[in-house]
């Protein structure tokens, strides 16, 4: 494993690259609001990836290399996270095809940038659908599915049954796995693991 640092519009980014052998393909991953690259349900997903010869990355973005724990606006998560991206793709993962993802507001950057990315499918893990009212609010905030409907290219979500942000609901190119356990993802890495192995063998057998 090897690290590196990549300009962003909103300050550097750090890559955390596990390159596989011969690979077939990449995956890029990011964190989530208030977390790190260190998650578990991430590192599983790193430890597939390499085992079906991807090589990945895990992603920290620019205010977490600068210290803070409160994530940015998601315009600048976006535009850091296709920069990285972009630097990726021209350097450590030259002509592999991407797949993107990431875990809870990691997840949604992925959604949103998909096609900007050129990513071939995007691994969402902990996708947060159902913001939590606000203290005082009258309505539940509005879902936000419409950042999965919008993707164009294959989707797996990994939720928790006890994800009090919801469970997203099964379409056309979009896989959801249910697993034991809560927005965090320490139910069950083994299922987590086997989700994501039999999700990536199939799009890369496209």
């Given at each position: 494993?090897?690290?590196?640092e990549?300009?962003?519009?909103?300050?550097?980014?750090?890559?955390?690259?596990?390159?596989?052998?011969?690979?077939r393909?990449?995956?890029?991953?990011?964190?989530?609001?208030?977390?790190?690259?260190?998650?578990?349900?991430?590192?599983?997903?790193?430890?597939?990836?390499?085992?079906?010869?991807?090589?990945?990355?895990l992603?920290?973005?620019?205010?977490?290399?600068?210290?803070?724990?409160?994530?940015?606006?998601a315009?600048?998560?976006?535009?850091a996270?296709?920069?990285?991206?972009?630097?990726?793709?021209?350097?450590?993962?030259?002509?592999?095809?991407?797949?993107?993802?990431?875990?809870?507001?990691?997840?949604?950057v992925?959604?949103?940038?998909?096609?900007a990315?050129g990513a071939?499918?995007?691994?969402?893990?902990?996708?947060?659908?159902?913001?939590?009212?606000?203290?005082?609010?009258?309505?539940?905030?509005?879902?936000?599915?419409g950042?999965?409907?919008?993707?164009?290219?294959?989707?797996?979500?990994?939720?928790?049954?006890?994800?009090?942000?919801?469970?997203?609901?099964?379409a056309p190119?979009r896989?959801?796995?249910?697993?034991?356990?809560?927005?965090a993802?320490r139910?069950?890495?083994?299922?987590?693991?086997?989700?994501?192995?039999?999700?990536?063998?199939r799009?890369?057998?496209?």
């Amino acid at each position: 494993m090897s690290e590196i640092e990549i300009d962003t519009p909103h300050g550097p980014a750090r890559a955390h690259l596990h390159p596989a052998s011969a690979p077939r393909g990449a995956l890029v991953l990011g964190h989530g609001a208030g977390g790190g690259v260190g998650a578990r349900d991430l590192v599983a997903a790193v430890r597939v990836a390499n085992a079906e010869h991807l090589s990945a990355v895990l992603v920290e973005q620019p205010y977490r290399v600068a210290g803070r724990r409160s994530a940015a606006p998601a315009h600048q998560l976006d535009a850091a996270w296709v920069a990285v991206c972009a630097h990726l793709a021209a350097g450590p993962l030259a002509g592999l095809p991407l797949v993107t993802g990431g875990r809870s507001s990691g997840a949604r950057v992925a959604c949103r940038t998909a096609a900007a990315t050129g990513a071939m499918g995007v691994l969402c893990l902990a996708f947060p659908l159902q913001p939590r009212p606000r203290r005082g609010a009258t309505e539940p905030p509005p879902s936000r599915l419409g950042e999965l409907e919008a993707v164009g290219v294959p989707v797996l979500v990994v939720q928790g049954e006890r994800d009090p942000f919801g469970m997203p609901p099964p379409a056309p190119g979009r896989t959801i796995a249910r697993v034991a356990g809560d927005h965090a993802l320490r139910g069950d890495l083994g299922a987590i693991e086997d989700a994501i192995r039999a999700w990536l063998r199939r799009l890369l057998d496209m």
